[in-house]
């Protein structure tokens, strides 16, 4: 868990391991770091070279290679989900809500390290199965339980007809996104598609999706 970020009373400094700047400074090291060397090959004084900390420090703040790796998932699903998040409260309107969560998640699976994160986790899950638990985690910190509320919110409007919302959560990214997801896992679809493409897949998935669960008074 991360410490409360707080000044030490009296003299306007963070008490030790609560400074959010120096974590974040330890963290961009890390991911530089790590998406160079890759998990194995590297070692906590790579990280303290990258990131411009003692060793001391870095021990202040996360107590093991596991560790910091773990606190690199996690900020990087917490930014995620956030957009994801606000994304969603922008769209009441199922059909244009779920679109937008869609692309922004084939973005996020070619624009940005994800897919090269998962696959330093491939690499140790047989020895080290609590880091893939942690990147795959049902929790607040997850775009699927974001979409899962949305959903939520959609039935109780009347919107959606779902029983289970979080198995529908999960079939709508595999519907939409989950051939992507898979191509650029193993590259075999290491670039963005274009548009017409991701409007024929997106828009394919969607149409499975409203047929399912789309209530009869939104004709859709």
Do not use: W
Request: proline share 5%; with cysteine; charged share 25%.
């Amino acid at each position: 868990m991360t410490p409360p970020c707080y000044p030490v009373a009296g003299v306007g400094r963070f008490a030790a391991g609560a400074d959010p700047v120096k974590r974040g400074q330890i963290l961009d090291g890390a991911h530089r770091v790590f998406m160079k060397m890759g998990y194995d090959a590297a070692s906590m004084n790579d990280v303290t070279r990258e990131a411009g900390v003692s060793k001391g420090t870095i021990y202040v703040y996360f107590q093991s290679k596991e560790e910091l790796f773990a606190a690199l998932i996690e900020r990087a699903k917490g930014l995620f989900t956030e957009s994801v998040r606000e994304l969603l409260s922008q769209h009441p309107d199922p059909d244009e809500g779920l679109r937008l969560f869609a692309y922004a998640f084939v973005d996020q699976i070619f624009n940005t390290e994800m897919i090269p994160a998962m696959r330093i986790l491939l690499g140790v899950i047989d020895r080290m199965p609590s880091l893939c638990q942690r990147f795959f985690a049902g929790s607040p910190n997850n775009a699927r339980s974001v979409l899962k509320d949305y959903l939520d919110q959609q039935v109780t409007a009347g919107r959606l007809n779902i029983e289970d919302t979080n198995l529908a959560a999960a079939q709508f990214i595999e519907l939409t996104v989950g051939s992507y997801f898979k191509g650029k896992l193993f590259n075999e679809a290491p670039t963005r598609p274009e548009d017409s493409e991701l409007e024929r897949v997106i828009g394919g998935g969607m149409k499975v999706f409203f047929s399912a669960y789309g209530a009869k008074s939104t004709g859709l």
